[in-house]
């Protein structure tokens, strides 16, 4: 399957910054990734949907303009958590479908990004 | 759209016991299930991706099977070990293979030496 990396693993940061969290596809062009956050003993909840040289599609409730993210490439996803606040504290994880030519694959994800917000 | 339930939400056993963990899902038209394992503050491992025209697959001590028709999958584990101890997540595309993922909320799983 897919070998996907995620950076960083962990941040902390101040109230009202911006963070940064990469995810790549080491060796599948993934067209699509996605995007999910998992909040203390919940599960896993899908944030958006990542489309390469697109606009992600985000689902309900997740604000767009708050959880930038960009697919310039096949290889690479960003999530941008702008303006961070405390409730925006907890662990993103992006994954990759490897589903080609029509045939349903598995889903591999990336090691997580635990966020914490001061 | 799908919707994904697993119970029991946690189980404890001592070492050596064979366990089943259950997931339900409600959509039929099911393309594939996969099985993870969570560990505390750590990614996804996959353990077993099952296909739809598939019944079951198996991986060491690990058996996952499905039955559309039930609208359940079953993950069996074998004479089980500490290091089993771990979230146990099932999950289904959500409309159709290639989409997001459906998650059940876990079965959280202690096993004793």
């Known amino acids: 399957g897919a070998v996907v990396s995620q950076h960083p693993s962990w941040v902390i940061c101040k109230s009202g910054t911006s963070v940064k969290i990469e995810c790549r596809s080491l060796d599948f062009q993934a067209t699509t990734m996605f995007w999910y956050r998992q909040f203390p003993k919940q599960s896993l909840m899908l944030m958006a949907t990542?489309?390469?040289?697109?606009?992600?599609?985000?689902e309900q409730g997740v604000e767009k303009d708050k959880f930038l993210i960009n697919h310039a490439s096949l290889t690479l996803s960003t999530l941008t958590v702008t303006s961070a606040h405390p409730e925006d504290s907890s662990f993103y994880i992006c994954?990759?479908?490897?589903?080609?030519?029509?045939?349903?694959?598995?889903?591999?994800f990336g090691s997580g990004t635990r966020l914490t917000v001061v | 759209k799908q919707e994904v339930t697993q119970i029991p939400a946690a189980l404890s056993v001592p070492e050596g016991e064979n366990l089943v963990l259950n997931c339900s899902f409600t959509?039929?038209?099911?393309?594939?299930l996969q099985w993870f394992r969570q560990d505390p503050g750590k990614g996804l491992t996959s353990l077993l991706l099952?296909?739809?025209?598939?019944r079951e697959q198996t991986s060491g001590r690990l058996n996952a099977s499905l039955d559309k028709s039930s609208g359940r999958s079953t993950l069996y584990i074998a004479a089980s070990q500490p290091g089993d101890s771990a979230t146990y997540l099932c999950a289904s595309p959500a409309n159709q293979a290639g989409t997001a993922l459906i998650f059940g909320k876990g079965t959280t799983l202690s096993v004793s030496s």
């Open positions: 099952i296909q739809s025209s598939q």
């Open positions: 959509d039929s038209a099911i393309y594939n």
């Open positions: 990542s489309n390469e040289g697109s606009k992600a599609t985000y």
């Open positions: 994954s990759v479908s490897t589903s080609a030519g029509g045939l349903p694959g598995g889903y591999t």
